[in-house]
């Protein structure tokens, strides 16, 4: 076990905040009873999910009957694609999505793909940004779903979401009734300031291990008179639309969560920003040939994605790994072939650099001072395995 | 699987990385499926390694690889070195996932070129 951890892995899962175990360790005990029965024991958990239901709906400017609980941000996005897709399949079987999705999209839209629906996957460009007249020329008459990030997971690029819910209020009023807009904010909920009316979204996806709460609860927010197709079948719980006995603890630790994140939301934002920012202009100064991945402008506060020329993201994972900094990769090499990171190869960089890329994602545990340590980790991890890379020789 | 504390070691310190200028034998080889290159200078003399240098890009495993086999074949005979197998580097390693085998056998396969071009 190395002398020191930092974590800067915030963008695949956060610490659990003490005061969002604290309320789940009280639901554990407290709220046992099964949400649905009719007796007191259920109704006191009922009355829980309740509470936790409008602090999350609250969180994105929903209404409370319009949030459905789900094991996370996959299922919500399983639940909206392939949901609405079946109760819609009816008026046409064309969906747009951008080449950058997350996996539990992309693999969804692969899977509608084989069953013959048509895929419509818009580029992003070298700032990694979908462009909305891209979206606009895609829209065809038999285009029932859009499904656009809020936010990318790995480069951390702010998608024009609003500008996208504008366009598909434009094509509703001009007579294209059966068009709805889901977005994946997975990353982006407590991290941007977001309201489902001024996003213009009808479906929006939520995670609560992004925001200090445990894995294993998500939610979907569904806008009023959006019709779906259950996916789970079998019961009646968040109105037919998910069946299966509350996860009550989950909830409520998700509700805590987000009434935190609201809260506390200025504060974050500033103090992971500046982390992010120091290490940026640190690691600049400090290391040469390195590509900074994605809109400078136009991102995440609280991410990083650096390309380091002539070595490769998993050595270097690993290396800081050693020195107990965690952070991640979208490369993987497996069994002798190498996947670099579909996200990083969509914004036309070469494989050289696709390979060498890094995410670097920071949260509100973190300290000024394990930025230090970290900057000393990677300059020499970095100098280590370029004096071993054959691609320096000339 | 979780990689053994040699691995470690090695690649946070490799041994023998870098070029030998007067290299009596040199081999240059890339994994044409995922891209892991690895290169291999050697001076062989009176059919002993005499010193040997290796420089390595690619996953942890390639890295690693090139450092441990730099270690076995070190003061070897060539004789005993062409002997050298796939599984007798995994073994030294300490084993790998099978899904990372591949390495070991871009090492081998760098040595075995090195020795040809004696």
Not at chain 2, 52 to 74: F, H, K, N, Q
């Amino acid at each position: 076990m190395p002398a020191r951890r930092v974590y800067l892995d915030n963008s695949a899962t956060t610490p659990v905040d003490p005061r969002v175990a604290a309320a789940m360790a009280r639901a554990v005990v407290e709220n046992f009873g099964n949400a649905s029965s009719v007796h007191g024991f259920g109704q006191q958990a009922r009355a829980a999910v309740d509470r936790a239901r409008r602090e999350v709906a609250a969180l994105v400017g929903a209404k409370q009957n319009e949030i459905v609980f789900t094991s996370g941000g996959t299922e919500a996005n399983n639940l909206a694609i392939r949901g609405l897709c079946e109760a819609a399949a009816t008026h046409g079987r064309h969906i747009i999505t951008s080449s950058i999705e997350h996996p539990s999209v992309a693999g969804v839209c692969a899977s509608l793909e084989k069953r013959g629906w048509e895929i419509t996957r818009l580029p992003v460009y070298k700032n990694g940004i979908v462009r909305v007249e891209d979206v606009a020329a895609a829209v065809r008459p038999e285009t029932v779903m859009i499904t656009i990030m809020s936010a990318n997971n790995e480069i951390g690029t702010i998608q024009p979401i609003a500008e996208i819910g504008a366009l598909v209020h434009e094509r509703r009023e001009a007579g294209q009734k059966f068009l709805w807009f889901h977005t994946d904010a997975v990353q982006a909920v407590g991290r941007l300031r977001l309201n489902v009316d001024e996003l213009g979204c009808d479906l929006l996806t939520m995670s609560a291990h992004k925001l200090y709460a445990p894995k294993g609860i998500g939610a979907l927010y569904v806008r009023r008179g959006v019709r779906l197709h259950g996916q789970n079948v079998g019961g009646h719980q968040e109105r037919e639309r998910r069946a299966g006995t509350e996860n009550v603890p989950g909830i409520v630790a998700f509700g805590e969560a987000a009434k935190l994140a609201r809260e506390e939301f200025n504060q974050r934002s500033a103090h992971d920003q500046a982390l992010r920012d120091r290490f940026e202009k640190t690691i600049v100064e400090r290391i040469s040939d390195i590509v900074m991945n994605g809109d400078r402008e136009r991102r995440l506060g609280h991410l990083s994605n650096i390309s380091f020329r002539f070595i490769e993201g998993e050595g270097l994972l690993i290396n800081l790994d050693l020195e107990g900094v965690a952070v991640s990769t979208g490369s993987a090499c497996s069994s002798g072939t190498l996947e670099p990171s579909p996200v990083i190869r969509a914004l036309g960089v070469d494989e050289e650099l696709a390979r060498g890329s890094i995410r670097f994602s920071f949260g509100k545990d973190n300290a000024e001072d394990e930025i230090e340590y970290v900057v000393e980790v990677l300059v020499r991890a970095v100098e280590r395995l370029r004096a071993l890379s054959p691609l320096t020789l000339v | 699987m979780v990689y053994s504390a040699k691995f470690k070691d090695h690649l946070a310190h490799p041994r023998n990385a870098g070029e030998l200028s007067d290299a009596n034998a040199v081999a240059d080889e890339t994994n044409p499926i995922c891209g892991d290159r690895l290169r291999i200078s050697l001076i062989v003399k009176d059919d002993r390694i005499e010193a040997v240098r290796y420089l390595a890009y690619g996953c942890p495993p390639t890295l690693v690889c090139g450092s441990v086999l730099t270690e076995l074949i070190s003061g070897k005979r060539v004789d005993e070195v062409k002997r050298l197998t796939r599984a007798d580097l995994l073994g030294e390693i300490g084993g790998l996932p099978s899904r990372k085998h591949h390495a070991a056998a871009l090492a081998i396969e760098t040595l075995n070129s090195a020795l040809q071009n004696l």
